[in-house]
């Protein structure tokens, strides 16, 4: 059993990665009037979007490279959580650092502190994404017993 609630979580991790990545990909290079009431909504409007839009991104994208829902127990390793962190950071960035300067090609400008925003939202995401995989084995082990 606890090998499908893990194969299930991993899946979902990676469609929704693909989603969230298909939506800030649209989002971000859209004509800005098209996004600006969508915007709006969140607080701190644009930035708080970019903070947002990584978090997700982030948060699916660590479900989805996570070795093992099982194996995510204090013991996991140190090590595999860093490289874990630095593939998800490095895609988080790269991502961000191309829209940013595709962005003039759509006649939108591009701004350092929306990459800021992106790595703010993404650090929140991976730490969100560390604490789902923990609370999940844990609660994985409480109904083992």
Same mark, same amino acid.
């Given at each position: ?33 098209d996004v600006q009431a969508m915007v709006s909504l969140f607080p701190l409007a644009d930035v ?7 978090a997700a991104f982030a948060f699916f994208f660590v479900l989805a490279i996570h070795k093992d ?5 204090? +013991? ?5 959580? #860093? ?5 998800? #950071? +490095? /895609?988080?960035?790269?991502? /961000? #650092? ?44 409480? +109904?083992?017993?």
């Amino acid at each position: 059993m606890k090998r499908d609630v893990a194969k299930v979580v991993k899946t979902a991790g990676k469609v929704m990665s693909v989603a969230t990545f298909i939506a800030i990909v649209t989002f971000s290079l859209l004509p800005a009037g098209d996004v600006q009431a969508m915007v709006s909504l969140f607080p701190l409007a644009d930035v708080g979007a970019h903070a947002a839009a990584y978090a997700a991104f982030a948060f699916f994208f660590v479900l989805a490279i996570h070795k093992d829902v099982g194996s995510a127990s204090l +013991s996991y390793g140190i090590g595999r959580r #860093l490289i874990e962190t630095a593939i998800v #950071l +490095s /895609g988080a960035f790269v991502l /961000g #650092l191309a829209l940013e300067i595709a962005q003039p090609l759509f006649q939108r400008s591009n701004e350092g502190v929306d990459l800021i925003a992106d790595m703010v939202g993404a650090s929140c995401g991976i730490a969100a994404g560390f604490l789902c995989m923990h609370v999940a084995c844990w609660r994985g082990r409480r +109904s083992a017993r």
